[in-house]
């Protein structure tokens, strides 16, 4: 789940800064509404991704890429609040 939730966040993250590229730099509402979305589902995603790893005799692949997925999806929000903020 935790890998679902981490591929989810990346490609959500893509989507809206590509639309937000689109319409000239100006995010809507709804673009703000799915960042808030995907730190929501990386932040549970990276939770579930270490309460799995926890598990002995466990196939940890999956939760490895859950939490590298959900580590960048919730440093790409915070990257896009920074440049917002700051205007880098």
Known sequence: MSSVLGVIAVASL????????????????RLGGTGVMILLFST?????????KAK?????????????????ALLGVSFVLYAGAYGV
């Open 14 to 29: 893509i989507i809206a800064i590509y639309r937000t590229y689109k319409i000239g730099g100006i995010a809507t509402e």
């Open 44 to 52: 549970v995603g990276l939770i579930l991704g270490y309460i799995s």
């Open 56 to 72: 002995p005799d466990e196939f940890h692949l999956f939760s490895y890429i859950g939490i590298v997925l959900n580590i960048m």
